[in-house]
């Protein structure tokens, strides 16, 4: 098969419905940063507790690969510089929660807000057979008062590439590795130490970008008055737009940098940008992503003619919001307060390793069980049917892209939850089954018996005193 | 073919320690409270009791595993001591066991006893216990209101009730309670409270708000168990025996499959069906004299109504504001002020629940006194009301 056709097959993304304003945030400040008022303007994303690079990226993840008529991929990548786990690949839990194959290769790419495109560059010029898909994602965190506190979001993009794109043709790379200390985060610490932001933009981006953009228009036989698409992450605000200037791309050109509304997703940011002219661009439109960072990675497409178009993507993705005001939640939620829970936080939450591996498709990728006997569904998979008791009856059956509806709740106030109230109640899946469940993303619309519910992948509970997250699936308002 | 357990047991006597937030005392005092009260009651000696159950459901806060603890605080040496646990039915379950002792004839006097210490816990409500290493990857972690609230959202939604209308049915059984606690000297809460302030209390969890839960408490109840031929052979004239001992617990249908309506305890429907049927009663509405039922929150006491058949379907709602279940109304319930007042010691309940029944077989019941009752039902319901355990005691003069 030619190379030549390799490409994005498929794509989704994720942004967590949270939104907090910045006002809310400079407002929280303003008695001893006024001037933080400057950056005051619209909203970004915010993780609630128990979200995280994982969960984004299993959200985006499966946008990307549902109903995408391609077989499962071969190979999964992580981009992340804010996963988790230190030691514990992180793709591998992205990859369990998707239920793909123990075969499927997975890696985790992290040290720079560039490796989600460092990443996609990687599957798109890799030789192995199959489909990769390659997730960026990151759940910023910055100190209380900083910048980036206003600047970061969360958010996660996923892409998936493989031979016969028709969605978009790969065109090339640029890629540059230079010593450029913009910022930094040394392991095991908890905020990024930015330079000024003057000196980033004009002795960095405005040096290395336009010179790789130029080379790599140069390779592919492309001028910069070709360029329909020009997206730019990683690097201050405006940069875009004198990058575009320098080079000769029409201001119109340039793809939303996601400040207004979401914040700077990290190693995320620039796959959503690209997802962004996926969404948008005509068959033919030449697409240019650059990513800044010790130097950058730039990357070049030719939209194609596909049609496959993801259930939630970028645009919608943005749409489903939950406003929020609460700086305080906003700082417990990023663990920078820890307020007095009361001794109900003291129960130990300590998983048992040995019951998560022998359960670890039920949990990770919410595979239940369907009765050989009866057809019932049905959750948890235990050995004898729910319905009529046949014993060892059960045939997997996956939950995690079943809707249903909610059939009784509650607000639970008493619980010990970081974000009360808790919502409880039996989830009624249209297949014919019911499960216990937290219901999460509520919002001021509130929820009653019917409402519709569709199932993500989230934290189940934070293991404080061995720093350890484990995850199952919670249900979410349809919206 | 079996024939049931009525009138093959009697209650030699009994014994219920004063509940409440007792930080004078640990559980080996509470127990000893009510086991003294007891044993003064039937007349033996401790030597004479053949065999004991002993139920304490938290071990967490409690005396500790096994039969140890009883047999250690009462220092019963050498006999038989099983240690039972089974949620909010524990207690009855204690019960369940001597009686079905002295029923076989394993031994002629059994021990019941329960016991919980709740106000070791340095916090309100109920501590969350673990669920198992498979349930806990899954399960969420939710309080006891927030299991039984679900009830409410069923309810509403089955029969078309709306928030206000069901929050005031619901206010007013709390209320009941409360006025009926006031004469129980061995009660935790023992004051009046306005549907004021009921109806404007902090949430606990939607829609019920703290007067809608019952108290948290420490206590102990005891009940010492024999056949009525021995019973009579010791000098007892009235004899309250055991009319039936039913218990169902759920298989996971409710929580894991469709047909559950939300608004019903099936287990309890099971349960009292059995009930009736092991008592010989055909029409609970006329025979029972009074009722004792597992009121944790006000929902359950409500929804409890129908699944015991008491109230149509429906139309509980309308029977509690119309005070069908009050003191003067037709089938008195929680007398004593129930779970509400007494608070929960779970171990404890079941039997604390039998013991208001036989004071008032009895006529020993003080001011709270009912006119000439016969049978008195109990019922527990342990768990949450779409995966637990129902547990029904029915007891009557012989």
């Known amino acids: 098969m030619s190379r030549s056709t390799r490409g994005i097959v498929s794509y989704g993304a994720h942004i967590p419905r949270l939104r907090i304003s910045r006002a809310a945030i400079a407002e929280a400040h303003a008695w001893a940063l006024p001037g933080l008022k400057g950056q005051a303007k619209g909203e970004r994303a915010l993780c609630s507790w128990d979200e995280d690079a994982i969960t984004l990226a299993v959200a985006a993840a499966r946008d990307a690969v549902r109903d995408n008529g391609r077989a499962a991929p071969a190979a999964l990548t992580l981009a992340s510089t804010t996963a988790p786990f230190a030691d514990l690949q992180n793709a591998v839990i992205v990859a369990s929660a998707l239920n793909l194959s123990t075969s499927t290769q997975c890696s985790d790419l992290a040290g720079s807000t560039r490796a989600g495109l460092s990443a996609l560059a990687q599957a798109l010029e890799s030789g192995a057979e199959g489909d990769a898909l390659v997730v960026a994602a990151d759940r910023r965190s910055a100190k209380p008062g900083s910048s980036q506190e206003m600047q970061f979001g969360a958010g996660a993009a996923a892409i998936q590439v493989g031979e016969d794109a028709s969605l978009a043709k790969y065109l090339g790379r640029e890629s540059v590795s230079h010593l450029f200390v913009d910022h930094f985060r040394a392991t095991g610490e908890k905020h990024d130490y930015y330079w000024e932001e003057r000196w980033i933009r004009d002795e960095g981006v405005a040096k290395v970008i336009p010179a790789a953009v130029k080379r790599l228009l140069a390779k592919t036989g492309r001028a910069a008055t070709d360029v329909k698409w020009f997206g730019l992450a990683g690097a201050p605000s405006g940069s875009d737009k004198l990058v575009a200037k320098t080079l000769g791309i029409a201001p119109e050109q340039i793809i939303p940098d996601l400040a207004s509304n979401v914040g700077d997703c990290g190693t995320a940011h620039a796959p959503l940008q690209l997802i962004h002219a996926l969404e948008n661009a005509k068959p033919g439109d030449l697409i240019i992503v650059a990513a800044f960072g010790q130097g950058c990675e730039v990357l070049a497409f030719e939209m194609g003619e596909g049609t496959h178009r993801p259930a939630t993507g970028l645009a919608k993705s943005i749409a489903v919001r939950i406003p929020e005001t609460s700086y305080l939640k906003m700082a417990s939620f990023e663990g920078e307060i820890d307020l007095e829970w009361g001794m109900r936080a003291e129960t130990d939450v300590k998983a048992a390793l040995t019951q998560h591996y022998r359960s670890a498709d039920q949990i990770n990728a919410f595979v239940g069980g369907r009765c050989k006997v009866c057809n019932t569904v049905q959750f948890p998979r235990l050995p004898n049917c729910v319905s009529c008791a046949a014993p060892d009856s059960q045939a997997p059956f996956n939950f995690a892209d079943e809707l249903g509806q909610v059939a009784t709740f509650s607000a639970d106030w008493l619980q010990f939850y970081l974000a009360p109230p808790l919502y409880v109640g039996l989830v009624q899946f249209d297949v014919g089954s019911r499960l216990l469940m937290e219901i999460v993303e509520v919002g001021s619309a509130g929820i009653d018996v019917g409402t519709r519910l569709s199932m993500q992948f989230r934290i189940k509970a934070r293991d404080r005193k061995r720093h350890y997250s484990r995850y199952f699936w919670k249900a979410v308002p349809v919206r | ?398």
Request: include cysteine; charge should be negative.
């Open chain 2, 1 to 398: 073919m079996a024939t049931g357990i009525k009138d093959k047991v009697a209650i030699l006597g009994m014994g219920c320690s004063r509940f409440g937030e007792r930080w004078d005392v640990g559980s080996e005092q509470l127990i000893n409270e009510a086991f003294t009260e007891a044993l003064a009651d039937t007349g033996i000696e401790r030597s004479q009791i053949g065999a004991a159950w002993f139920g304490s459901a938290l071990d967490s806060v409690n005396v500790g595993n096994s039969a140890i603890p009883l047999t250690t605080a009462l220092r019963l040496q050498g006999i038989p001591v099983t240690r039972v646990e089974n949620m909010c039915a524990t207690g009855t379950e204690a019960l369940r066991g001597a009686t079905y002792a002295v029923a076989s004839g394993a031994v002629d006097i059994a021990l019941a006893v329960g016991v919980e210490k709740l106000k070791d816990t340095g916090y309100g409500g109920l501590p969350v216990p673990g669920k198992g290493t498979l349930n806990d990857l899954w399960m969420p972690y939710c309080s006891a209101p927030a299991g039984f609230a679900q009830l409410a959202a069923g309810y509403r939604a089955r029969y078309g009730i709306d928030r206000e209308l069901l929050k005031r049915a619901l206010a007013t059984v709390s209320w009941k309670s409360h006025q009926n606690g006031v004469k129980s000297p061995k009660a935790h809460l023992r004051k009046a409270v306005t549907m004021e302030t009921i109806l404007n209390a902090p949430m606990i969890a939607e829609p019920l708000g703290v007067f809608d839960c019952c108290g948290v408490s420490d206590g102990a109840a005891v009940a010492i168990v024999t056949t009525p031929e021995i019973a009579r052979a010791l000098g007892k004239k009235d004899l309250v025996t055991i009319k039936a001992l039913q218990l169902a617990s759920s298989s996971g249908r409710e929580s894991g499959m469709t047909e559950w309506d939300g608004a019903r305890v099936p287990n309890t429907r099971m349960a009292a069906a059995a009930a009736y049927k092991e008592a010989g009663i055909r029409d609970p509405r006329k025979e029972l004299s009074q009722i004792e039922v597992h009121d944790c929150f006000s929902i359950t006491e409500l929804v409890t109504m129908e699944d015991l058949g008491l109230s149509e379907d429906g139309h509980a709602v309308q029977d509690v504001l119309d005070g069908v279940y009050n003191a003067d109304g037709k089938i008195p319930c929680q007398i004593d002020g129930g779970l509400k007042c007494f608070g929960h010691p779970i171990g404890a309940t079941g039997l604390r629940m039998v013991y208001e029944h036989y004071l008032q077989l009895l006529g020993r019941a003080g001011e709270r006194q009912l006119k000439n009752p016969t049978l008195g039902l109990s019922h527990n319901l342990g768990g949450v009301p779409y995966n637990g355990v129902a547990a029904i005691s029915i007891v009557g003069l012989m």
